[in-house]
C-alpha cells in the first residue's frame, strides 16, 4: 500500500511531464530524425537540477515509442570494460522481438573523479558509432570532465518547473488520492520544493499521509518536521531561560528550522512582553538578528549564523524581566504563509503596472504608486469605465479581478 | 485616463514653464536639438515636453523618430545600450537629421550604468540626441551633465493649476465646487498628474465633488496610512502597529525604503517632544542603512514600531 508516490504517479508520457516544454520539443525532433538515419549526433544529453524529470522523461520517450528502453547507471559505467559490455548488448540495433532500443545512460554525474575517466571516452566512443539513440542525463553538463563527450551530443536543459506546475500537479494527486487541500498548504509546498518536483510530492505524501485535509498549518511544519508542542517547548525556554546559554541550548536540543524558529518569536515577543521598554529592547535584539541574517545573505558568510542564533535567543532571553502578565499562548506566525500569498500578488501588480506605464509614460513603479490606487476605485465604483480602461490597458480578466479584489 | 487624453500635443499647449517651453521652441524652429536633462518634480510637465517638442519636429510621423526608455523598467545597463545602438544606427531620413531618444527616470540608473551611457551619447551623437528625464539632476553624473543643456522644471503655480483643472472639468461636463477645488490643490500641491488622476477617480464615483468626496477618494487610494500606524504605536498598541506595517509592505506593495521616507516626513509632525524626534530620526536612519545591508523591512521597521511604544510611555509618565 505504501507505494511512493513517486512512482504511483510518474508520468507514462512525455506529455504527461510537467514543464519544460521546449526542452520536450528538443527531445521529440532528435528521436524523428532517427527514422531516416542515424543523425549527426547520436546521443542526446539533457542536464538540470535534481527531480525535474530527465530520467522520467527519457523513460516516458520510450514508452511514447513503443522501445525498449535499456537502462544502466553510474555503477556500470566506471570502466571502459563495463561500458563496452553493457553498450555491445544495447546498441544492437533491435531486440529479439522488433522492438527499437533506447539506451540510457543515467545519472552521469555519479561517475566520480579522474579514475572514471576511461568509462566516460568509453562512452564517447560509443556514441560515435551507436545504431540505437542514446540518452545521457546530468545535473551539469558542463563539468569539465564531459568536454569531450559533449562534443557528441546534443545538449537539452531541463530547467526548473514554475511554483504553478508543481502546485498544478500536486493538486492532481490530491484530487485522485481523495485529499482535500487548502490551496495555501500546496502552494507552500510548491515553493519550498524550489523546482524539485520528487522533493514536493515526496513531502505532499509524507505531510498528508493517513490524511483526508491538508492545511496551511499541517504544511508549515515541513520546515520543522517536528511538533507543535515541541516548537512551543522551545519557544518558552528560549523566552524565560535562566541564562545566556541555556536559550542558546534550546536551539541545539530542538531539531527546529532557524528561520522559522525566528518567525516564532519575533511573531510573539509583543504578546509574552508586555512592558514598553523591554519590548523595544527585545525587539531590537530580533532586529539586530535579521541583521546577521542580511549580512549572511549578501556575504554568502555562513559562520556569521552564530550570531544569528545569539541576538534571537540569548538577547532575547537577556532583555526582559520574564514577568509575564499571565499565560499566554503561543500564536501561529502568519507572515510567513501571507509573504507566499503576496510574492505571486506583486508579480501580477508589476505587470499591470508595466501596462499602465507604457501607456502613461511613466514606469511600473510610478504607475504602482501614483495610478493603480486611483483605478482600484474607479473600477469599484464605474463599471462603464472599468471596461473602457481595462481595454486600452489591455488588461485580461485576472488582472481586473485582482485590482477589484484588493480593496484598498 | 485623462492625463492622457489632456497631455498636450504641442509646445504652444504646454501650461506655464514659459521660459523652457520657449527655449525648445528655438530648438524647433532651427530644427537642432543638443542632449538636454529635464530636471524637476513629478507630474511639472517633463515628460509631455519631450513628447511635445518631438511631435513639433517631426510633426505627425513623430514615432519613427523617437524612442521612449524608461529606466527604472529596463533592467540592466546593456538593454538600454543595446536599444540605443539599434535605434541611434540607422539615420533619420527627413528633414532632421537626427532621432530623439527620450530616457525617462535616468535618476534611477547606476552611476556604472550612467558611465557606460555617456560613450553611447558621444559616439552617436550624430544620429541621437538624448533627452534625460529626472526629478534630481543631482542624481545625474557630472560628465553627463557636461554634455545636456539644464532644464528645471517646478511646480505649477496655484493659478495655472487651477485653470488646468477647470478646463478639464468643463470638458467631461463636471460641476466641481470650489472648496473641492481647493483640496485637490491642496492634496496634489502643484503635480497635475495627481490633480488629474484625483479628479478622475471622483468624477467616476458620480457624487458632487467637493471637499468631502476628494478627501474620501484619497483617503481610499492611500492606504499607506503611515502616520495612522505611528499614532498607533504611540498610543501602546504595537501590534495592531505591526499588523498595519505588514499590510502595507505585503498587501499594497510599497517599499521598505519609501516607508521610511514616509515615517522620517512624518516623525517631525508628531506630537512628541524634541529629545525624541532627534532620537527617532537617528533609529530610522539606522534602519535606513541596515535595509541597504540586506535585512528585512517588516523586522527592521517593527524595531522602529517598539521604540515609538517606549516613546509613547515615557512621554505619559513625563506628563
Ligand atoms: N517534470 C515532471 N513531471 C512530472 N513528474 C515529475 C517531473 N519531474 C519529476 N517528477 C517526479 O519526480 C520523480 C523523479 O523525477 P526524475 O527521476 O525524472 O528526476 P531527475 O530530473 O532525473 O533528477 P536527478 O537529477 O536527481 O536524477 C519522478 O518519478 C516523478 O514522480
Ligand atoms: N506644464 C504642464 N502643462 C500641461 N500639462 C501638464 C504640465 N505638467 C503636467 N501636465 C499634465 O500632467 C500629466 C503628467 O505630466 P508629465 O509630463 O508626464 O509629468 P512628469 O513631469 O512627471 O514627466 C500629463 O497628463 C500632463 O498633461
Ligand atoms: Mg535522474
Ligand atoms: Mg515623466
Same mark, same amino acid.
Given at each position: 500500500?505504501? @507505494? =511512493?508516490?513517486?512512482?504511483?504517479?510518474?508520468?507514462?508520457?512525455?506529455?504527461?511531464?510537467?514543464?519544460?516544454?521546449?526542452?520536450?520539443?528538443?527531445?521529440?525532433?532528435?528521436?524523428?530524425?532517427?527514422?531516416?538515419?542515424?543523425?549527426?549526433?547520436?546521443?542526446?544529453?539533457?542536464?538540470?537540477? =535534481?527531480?525535474?524529470?530527465?530520467?522520467?522523461?527519457?523513460?516516458?520517450?520510450?514508452?511514447?515509442?513503443?522501445?525498449?528502453? @535499456?537502462?544502466?547507471?553510474?555503477?556500470?559505467?566506471?570502466?571502459?570494460?563495463? @561500458?563496452?559490455?553493457?553498450?555491445?548488448?544495447?546498441?544492437?540495433?533491435?531486440? %529479439?522481438?522488433?522492438?527499437?532500443?533506447?539506451?540510457?545512460?543515467?545519472?552521469?554525474?555519479?561517475?566520480?573523479?579522474?579514475?572514471?575517466?576511461?568509462?566516460?571516452?568509453?562512452?564517447?566512443?560509443?556514441?560515435?558509432?551507436?545504431?540505437?539513440?542514446?540518452?545521457?542525463?546530468?545535473?551539469?553538463?558542463?563539468? =569539465?570532465?564531459?568536454?569531450?563527450?559533449?562534443?557528441?551530443?546534443?545538449?537539452?536543459?531541463?530547467?526548473?518547473?514554475?511554483?504553478?506546475?508543481?502546485?498544478?500537479?500536486?493538486?492532481?494527486?490530491?484530487?485522485?488520492?481523495?485529499?482535500?487541500?487548502?490551496?495555501?498548504?500546496?502552494?507552500?509546498?510548491?515553493?519550498?520544493?524550489?523546482?524539485? %518536483?520528487?522533493?514536493?510530492?515526496?513531502?505532499?505524501?509524507?505531510?498528508?499521509?493517513?490524511?483526508?485535509?491538508?492545511?496551511?498549518?499541517?504544511?508549515?511544519?515541513?520546515?520543522?518536521?517536528?511538533?507543535?508542542?515541541?516548537?512551543?517547548?522551545? %519557544?518558552?525556554?528560549?523566552?524565560?531561560?535562566?541564562?545566556?546559554?541555556?536559550?542558546?541550548?534550546?536551539?541545539?536540543?530542538?531539531?527546529?528550522? %532557524?528561520?522559522?524558529?525566528?518567525?516564532?518569536?519575533?511573531?510573539?515577543?509583543?504578546?509574552?512582553?508586555?512592558?514598553?521598554?523591554?519590548?523595544?529592547?527585545?525587539?531590537?535584539?530580533?532586529?539586530?538578528?535579521?541583521?546577521?541574517?542580511?549580512?549572511?545573505?549578501?556575504?554568502?558568510?555562513?559562520?556569521?549564523?552564530?550570531?544569528?542564533?545569539?541576538?534571537?535567543?540569548?538577547?532575547?532571553?537577556?532583555?526582559?524581566?520574564?514577568?509575564?502578565?499571565?499565560?499566554?499562548?503561543?500564536?501561529?506566525?502568519?507572515?510567513?504563509?501571507?509573504?507566499?500569498?503576496?510574492?505571486?500578488?506583486?508579480?501580477?501588480?508589476?505587470?499591470?503596472?508595466?501596462?499602465?506605464?507604457?501607456?502613461?509614460?511613466?514606469?511600473?513603479?510610478?504607475?504602482?504608486?501614483?495610478?493603480?490606487?486611483?483605478?482600484?476605485?474607479?473600477?469599484?465604483?464605474?463599471?462603464?469605465?472599468?471596461?473602457?480602461?481595462?481595454?486600452?490597458?489591455?488588461?485580461?480578466?485576472?488582472? @481586473?479581478?485582482?485590482?477589484?479584489?484588493?480593496?484598498? | 485616463?485623462?492625463?492622457?487624453?489632456?497631455?498636450?500635443?504641442?509646445?504652444?499647449?504646454?501650461?506655464?514653464?514659459?521660459?523652457?517651453?520657449?527655449?525648445?521652441?528655438?530648438?524647433?524652429?532651427?530644427?537642432?536639438?543638443?542632449?538636454?536633462?529635464?530636471?524637476?518634480?513629478?507630474?511639472?510637465?517633463?515628460?509631455?515636453?519631450?513628447?511635445?517638442?518631438?511631435?513639433?519636429?517631426?510633426?505627425?510621423?513623430? !514615432?519613427?523618430?523617437?524612442?521612449?526608455?524608461?529606466?527604472?523598467?529596463?533592467?540592466?545597463?546593456?538593454?538600454?545600450?543595446?536599444?540605443?545602438?539599434? &535605434?541611434?544606427?540607422?539615420?533619420?531620413?527627413?528633414?532632421?537629421? &537626427?532621432?530623439?531618444?527620450?530616457?525617462?527616470?535616468?535618476?534611477?540608473?547606476?552611476?556604472?550604468?550612467?558611465?557606460?551611457?555617456?560613450?553611447?551619447?558621444?559616439?552617436?551623437? *550624430?544620429?541621437?540626441?538624448?533627452?534625460?528625464?529626472?526629478?534630481?539632476?543631482?542624481?545625474?553624473?557630472?560628465?553627463?551633465?557636461? !554634455?545636456?543643456?539644464?532644464?528645471?522644471?517646478?511646480?505649477?503655480?496655484?493659478?495655472?493649476?487651477?485653470?488646468?483643472?477647470?478646463?478639464?472639468? *468643463?470638458?467631461?461636463? +463636471?460641476?466641481?465646487?470650489?472648496?473641492?477645488?481647493?483640496?485637490? +490643490?491642496?492634496?496634489?500641491?502643484?503635480?497635475?498628474?495627481?490633480?488629474?488622476?484625483?479628479?478622475?477617480?471622483?468624477?467616476?464615483?458620480?457624487?458632487?465633488?467637493?471637499?468631502?468626496?476628494?478627501?474620501?477618494?484619497?483617503?481610499?487610494?492611500?492606504?499607506?496610512?503611515?502616520?495612522?500606524?505611528?499614532?498607533?504605536? +504611540?498610543?501602546?498598541?504595537?501590534?495592531?502597529?505591526?499588523?498595519?506595517?505588514?499590510?502595507?509592505?505585503?498587501?499594497?506593495?510599497?517599499?521598505?525604503?519609501?516607508?521610511?521616507?514616509?515615517?522620517?516626513?512624518?516623525?517631525?509632525?508628531?506630537?512628541?517632544?524634541?529629545?525624541?524626534?532627534?532620537?527617532?530620526?537617528?533609529?530610522?536612519?539606522?534602519?535606513?542603512?541596515?535595509?541597504?545591508?540586506?535585512?528585512?523591512?517588516?523586522?527592521?521597521?517593527?524595531?522602529?514600531?517598539?521604540?515609538?511604544?517606549?516613546?509613547?510611555?515615557?512621554?505619559?509618565?513625563?506628563?
Amino acid at each position: 500500500m505504501n @507505494v =511512493p508516490w513517486t512512482l504511483k504517479y510518474k508520468p507514462q508520457t512525455l506529455d504527461e511531464v510537467v514543464g519544460n516544454k521546449e526542452a520536450k520539443d528538443t527531445i521529440l525532433r532528435w528521436i524523428r530524425e532517427w527514422n531516416k538515419k542515424p543523425p549527426k549526433k547520436r546521443a542526446l544529453f539533457i542536464y538540470g537540477p =535534481p527531480g525535474t524529470g530527465k530520467t522520467v522523461a527519457a523513460e516516458a520517450l520510450a514508452n511514447d515509442l513503443g522501445m525498449e528502453l @535499456v537502462q544502466s547507471n553510474a555503477s556500470n559505467y566506471r570502466t571502459s570494460e563495463a @561500458v563496452q559490455k553493457f553498450a555491445g548488448i544495447a546498441s544492437q540495433y533491435t531486440t %529479439l522481438f522488433g522492438k527499437k532500443r533506447l539506451i540510457l545512460f543515467d545519472e552521469l554525474d555519479g561517475i566520480a573523479g579522474n579514475a572514471d575517466r576511461g568509462g566516460l571516452r568509453e562512452i564517447t566512443e560509443v556514441i560515435k558509432v551507436t545504431n540505437s539513440p542514446i540518452v545521457l542525463t546530468a545535473n551539469n553538463a558542463y563539468d =569539465p570532465r564531459f568536454s569531450t563527450l559533449r562534443e557528441h551530443c546534443q545538449l537539452v536543459e531541463f530547467k526548473k518547473p514554475t511554483r504553478t506546475e508543481i502546485e498544478t500537479l500536486l493538486k492532481k494527486i490530491c484530487s485522485y488520492e481523495g485529499i482535500e487541500a487548502e490551496v495555501e498548504a500546496l502552494k507552500l509546498i510548491a515553493e519550498r520544493a524550489s523546482g524539485d %518536483l520528487r522533493s514536493a510530492i515526496n513531502d505532499l505524501q509524507a505531510l498528508s499521509q493517513g490524511k483526508k485535509r491538508l492545511t496551511y498549518e499541517d504544511v508549515s511544519w515541513l520546515s520543522t518536521r517536528d511538533r507543535k508542542d515541541a516548537v512551543f517547548k522551545v %519557544l518558552s525556554d528560549i523566552f524565560y531561560a535562566r541564562s545566556s546559554s541555556d536559550a542558546r541550548r534550546a536551539v541545539d536540543a530542538a531539531d527546529v528550522d %532557524l528561520d522559522m524558529l525566528f518567525e516564532w518569536i519575533y511573531e510573539n515577543a509583543p504578546y509574552q512582553i508586555k512592558n514598553p521598554n523591554e519590548l523595544s529592547a527585545v525587539m531590537e535584539m530580533l532586529a539586530v538578528a535579521d541583521l546577521y541574517r542580511g549580512r549572511i545573505g549578501s556575504t554568502q558568510n555562513w559562520e556569521l549564523i552564530r550570531y544569528f542564533i545569539d541576538f534571537m535567543t540569548a538577547g532575547v532571553a537577556v532583555s526582559w524581566s520574564h514577568k509575564s502578565s499571565g499565560w499566554v499562548p503561543f500564536k501561529f506566525p502568519t507572515r510567513i504563509m501571507m509573504m507566499s500569498q503576496s510574492r505571486a500578488e506583486r508579480e501580477i501588480l508589476t505587470i499591470i503596472g508595466l501596462k499602465i506605464g507604457k501607456r502613461c509614460h511613466i514606469s511600473a513603479t510610478c504607475a504602482i504608486k501614483e495610478v493603480i490606487p486611483y483605478l482600484r476605485i474607479i473600477f469599484q465604483a464605474n463599471d462603464k469605465w472599468k471596461k473602457g480602461l481595462s481595454r486600452w490597458f489591455d488588461l485580461d480578466e485576472d488582472m @481586473v479581478n485582482y485590482l477589484l479584489t484588493v480593496k484598498n | 485616463m485623462w492625463t492622457e487624453k489632456y497631455r498636450p500635443r504641442s509646445l504652444n499647449d504646454i501650461v506655464d514653464q514659459e521660459e523652457i517651453v520657449n527655449r525648445l521652441k528655438s530648438f524647433v524652429k532651427a530644427k537642432n536639438v543638443p542632449h538636454c536633462i529635464f530636471a524637476g518634480p513629478p507630474g511639472t510637465g517633463k515628460t509631455t515636453a519631450a513628447l511635445c517638442l518631438a511631435q513639433d519636429l517631426y510633426g505627425p510621423g513623430y !514615432r519613427e523618430y523617437v524612442m521612449e526608455l524608461n529606466a527604472s523598467d529596463e533592467r540592466g545597463i546593456n538593454v538600454v545600450r543595446e536599444t540605443v545602438k539599434t &535605434f541611434a544606427r540607422t539615420k533619420s531620413i527627413g528633414e532632421v537629421s &537626427f532621432k530623439i531618444l527620450i530616457l525617462d527616470e535616468a535618476d534611477n540608473m547606476t552611476s556604472d550604468a550612467q558611465q557606460a551611457l555617456r560613450r553611447t551619447m558621444e559616439r552617436y551623437t *550624430e544620429t541621437a540626441r538624448f533627452i534625460l528625464i529626472a526629478n534630481y539632476s543631482g542624481k545625474i553624473i557630472e560628465p553627463i551633465q557636461s !554634455r545636456c543643456a539644464p532644464f528645471r522644471f517646478t511646480y505649477l503655480p496655484m493659478e495655472h493649476a487651477i485653470n488646468w483643472i477647470k478646463h478639464i472639468a *468643463e470638458n467631461e461636463k +463636471l460641476t466641481i465646487e470650489d472648496d473641492g477645488l481647493e483640496a485637490i +490643490l491642496e492634496i496634489s500641491g502643484g503635480d497635475l498628474r495627481r490633480a488629474t488622476n484625483i479628479l478622475q477617480t471622483a468624477a467616476s464615483v458620480g457624487k458632487p465633488i467637493n471637499e468631502e468626496t476628494i478627501y474620501s477618494v484619497v483617503g481610499r487610494a492611500n492606504p499607506s496610512d503611515v502616520q495612522g500606524m505611528l499614532l498607533t504605536a +504611540l498610543n501602546g498598541n504595537f501590534v495592531e502597529a505591526r499588523k498595519k506595517l505588514r499590510d502595507m509592505i505585503l498587501k499594497y506593495g510599497l517599499a521598505g525604503t519609501d516607508i521610511i521616507g514616509q515615517i522620517h516626513n512624518e516623525t517631525f509632525k508628531l506630537n512628541v517632544p524634541d529629545k525624541w524626534k532627534v532620537k527617532l530620526a537617528d533609529i530610522i536612519g539606522e534602519v535606513d542603512f541596515r535595509l541597504l545591508q540586506g535585512s528585512n523591512e517588516e523586522i527592521q521597521l517593527s524595531a522602529l514600531l517598539a521604540k515609538l511604544v517606549e516613546a509613547g510611555a515615557d512621554i505619559k509618565r513625563g506628563q
